[in-house]
């Protein structure tokens, strides 16, 4: 374990890692079944303050596996089992996902012992696996791998300390963030020390891969829209509608993705990589935030949401502005500039969502208003397909440049 090649040809994403995003799908869908119900009932901040922890934690423990794995990988039978241990710790903490919700709904504590026991679990063996690493490397390599362990070391006892004492709302967040913050120190001091040696199409593919996973969030929640649909009114125009436009949203929502520069820019920019890392949070927050949004709308079709019909619709059309907005910040950022094909694609995919906003607020068929909602990123993919890609790629040329 003293370090992968960087410039290894044709390095993929290994099948124990496709193993360890599984774990994530159960995390993504506890946060976003947990979420459309706080939704359906409009009980809004705490949905939000719910989801955001949720989301954040979840993204958080992935991004750090993902980076040691791309630099340190050696798939022996230790590493192996140490990831076993990890996807044990996400399970775990998904368990715990349910409660917290619930004790944001009841009182002034926020109950997330389990949640935080599953964040050890996968800290312990995240510790473990950056020890090793420094006993293996040698000379600043292997100071970089002992900060790293010795940020989750100190930040371990913080988190230990959130499961035994039951603290109010605020200060559990202030804890939190002080947590977030000591872990941080590792990759901003580490890498500037000595940089690990990730690979940038493998990163690029782990976090594509990560984004799908979080897509099929969107799916299962457009098939139960249109299960509900088809339950309070049959086989009609508007369920045909629901069931295109659930899988066109996905659709559309993917392919906007893809046309992020990743890899390219980060093998050419490796100092890119931590804003560019980091502010996936944003685009997978978005994303799963989308498919909660739809179980919300099947709610509102089956009469069981407390919510208005505007509302409903906003749950679905928020997120996708959200996810909009981000790809097109972190596509400015990887090729250095913000083009104004980029602010026209986004400012016209966001002005279909009012159109939708305002479409719902004079009680058009919620069918109606999600085709709009899923015009945005089809506008987006349109302009890029159209004419977008030419600036696109001259833009990359002269960045290179």
């Not at 989750?152 to 967040?173: D, H, K, R």
Request: hydrophobic share 60%; with cysteine; proline share 3%.
């Amino acid at each position: 374990m003293t370090g992968r090649d960087p410039a290894e040809a044709h390095r993929a994403a290994t099948p124990l890692e496709l193993l360890f995003d599984l774990t994530f799908v159960v995390a993504f869908s506890f946060a976003g079944n947990a979420v459309s119900h706080a939704f359906a009932e409009g009980h809004w901040r705490n949905g939000l303050i719910g989801f955001g922890i949720a989301v954040f934690a979840i993204v958080w423990a992935w991004i750090n596996y993902s980076w040691f794995a791309s630099a340190f990988d050696t798939d022996d039978w230790l590493f192996r089992v140490t990831t076993g241990v990890q996807m044990v710790g996400v399970v775990i903490f998904a368990l715990g996902i349910p409660a917290m919700f619930d004790s944001l709904e009841q009182g002034d504590t926020l109950d997330n012992r389990v949640m935080v026991a599953g964040y050890v679990v996968m800290r312990v063996a995240m510790l473990a696996q950056w020890l090793r690493a420094a006993r293996r490397c040698s000379g600043a390599l292997r100071r970089t791998c002992l900060i790293y362990a010795t940020t989750l070391a100190v930040a371990q006892l913080g988190w230990v300390l959130l499961i035994i004492v039951n603290f109010s709302i605020p200060v559990t967040v202030v804890m939190v963030l002080v947590m977030v913050g000591i872990e941080l120190v590792g990759p901003v001091v580490g890498e500037r020390n000595a940089p690990t040696p990730w690979h940038a199409d493998h990163i690029a593919e782990r976090y594509s891969l990560l984004a799908i996973i979080a897509l099929g969030e969107g799916i299962v929640g457009g098939a139960v829209s249109l299960s509900a649909a088809v339950e309070e009114q049959g086989w009609d125009w508007q369920t045909w509608l629901i069931a295109i436009t659930g899988v066109g949203l996905t659709v559309a929502m993917w392919w906007v993705y893809f046309l992020l520069p990743s890899a390219e820019v980060l093998e050419a920019e490796r100092g890119k990589a931590f804003v560019w890392g980091y502010g996936h949070y944003l685009v997978f927050a978005a994303i799963v935030a989308v498919g909660a949004g739809l179980h919300v709308v099947a709610y509102y079709l089956e009469h069981e949401a407390h919510i208005s019909e505007l509302a409903a619709v906003l749950t679905v059309a928020i997120p996708v502005g959200v996810y909009v907005i981000s790809i097109v910040l972190l596509t400015s950022y990887l090729v250095g500039r913000i083009l104004p094909m980029y602010l026209g694609l986004g400012s016209v995919s966001l002005l279909v969502l009012v159109i939708a906003a305002v479409a719902a607020a004079m009680h058009a068929p919620v069918a109606i208003c999600l085709v709009i909602v899923a015009l945005a990123p089809v506008v987006a993919v349109v302009g890029y397909e159209a004419r977008g890609y030419r600036l696109h790629a001259a833009a990359l040329v002269d960045r290179a440049g």
